[in-house]
T-cell receptor
Framework: ETGVTQTPRHLVMGMTNKKSLKCEQH?????MYWYKQSAKKPLELMFV???????ENNSVPSRFSPECPNSSHLFLHLHTLQPEDSALYLC?????????????FGEGSRLTVL | GQQVMQIPQYQHVQEGEDFTTYCNSS?????IQWYKQRPGGHPVFLIQ?????EVKKQKRLTFQFGEAKKNSSLHITATQTTDVGTYFC???????????FGQGTILTVHP
C-alpha cells in the first residue's frame, strides 16, 4: 500500500480511443504530479498541480489532458494517442511543491497504444 | 537546461560484491534525492541529501553528496538479491515541483 492509488493498472487502447487514467492519494498532500516512464529513458515530468492549480506543463502534447478536481484526485485524459505514447504513467504526490519535497509514487498505469 | 547524468547504466554483480552508482548534475543542486525501483514496481524514495559533503548511511547503503553539490553517489556494501532494481538520483529543477531524474542504474545481483 503506497498511499497513492492508480487505476487502471494496465490499459490497451487504439489510436482513436479516449480513455482516462485516475490517481488518488490518501496522504493529505497538496501537490500531485504525472510522470511518464518509457524504456531506456529517464522519468519525464508531465504535469504538476499544487492545491488543484496547474503549476507546470512540461511541453506535453495536447492529446494528454490533465484534470485535478481536488488535492486528492488527479486524472489524465487520453485521446488520439500515438504508439510512441506507450509507457508507464506514474502519478506522484508530495506535501508541497517546494523543491525539497519527497515524492510518493503510485504503482503506475501501463499503457499500450496499438 | 539542467541535466542529471548517472553512471553506469547497468551493473551486474555477484551476491556479496559491492556496488556504486554515480550521479552528476550540470548545475549546483540545493539537494539531491535517491529512489529505488524494483522490477515491475514503482520508484520508492530512499533518502535526501542537503548539505555539502553530507554522508548518510542506511544499513548497507551509503549516500554521499559532493562538496560542490553537483554530484552524488550511492554505495551498497555486500549486495544481496533484494538489492536488485533501478536506482535513480533526482535533483530539483528550475521551478517548484520540477524534479529532474537521472536515467538510472539497473543493478542485477547474481546469487
Amino acid at each position: 500500500e503506497t498511499g497513492v492509488t492508480q487505476t487502471p493498472r494496465h490499459l490497451v487502447m487504439g489510436m482513436t480511443n479516449k480513455k482516462s487514467l485516475k490517481c488518488e492519494q490518501h496522504l493529505g498532500h497538496n501537490a500531485m504530479y504525472w510522470y511518464k516512464q518509457s524504456a531506456k529513458k529517464p522519468l519525464e515530468l508531465m504535469f504538476v498541480y499544487n492545491f488543484k492549480e496547474q503549476t507546470e506543463n512540461n511541453s506535453v502534447p495536447s492529446r494528454f489532458s490533465p484534470e485535478c478536481p481536488n488535492s486528492s484526485h488527479l486524472f489524465l485524459h487520453l485521446h488520439t494517442l500515438q504508439p510512441e505514447d506507450s509507457a508507464l504513467y506514474l502519478c506522484a504526490s508530495s506535501s508541497t511543491v517546494m523543491l525539497t519535497g519527497e515524492l510518493f509514487f503510485g504503482e503506475g498505469s501501463r499503457l499500450t497504444v496499438l | 537546461g539542467q541535466q542529471v547524468m548517472q553512471i553506469p547504466q547497468y551493473q551486474h554483480v555477484q551476491e556479496g560484491e559491492d556496488f556504486t552508482t554515480y550521479c552528476n548534475s550540470s548545475t549546483t543542486l540545493s539537494n539531491i534525492q535517491w529512489y529505488k525501483q524494483r522490477p515491475g514496481g514503482h520508484p520508492v524514495f530512499l533518502i535526501q541529501l542537503v548539505k555539502s559533503g553530507e554522508v548518510k548511511k542506511q544499513k548497507r547503503l551509503t549516500f554521499q553528496f559532493g562538496e560542490a553539490k553537483k554530484n552524488s553517489s550511492l554505495h551498497i556494501t555486500a549486495t544481496q538479491t533484494t538489492d536488485v532494481g533501478t536506482y535513480f538520483c533526482a535533483g530539483p529543477g528550475t521551478s517548484y515541483g520540477k524534479l529532474t531524474f537521472g536515467q538510472g542504474t539497473i543493478l542485477t545481483v547474481h546469487p
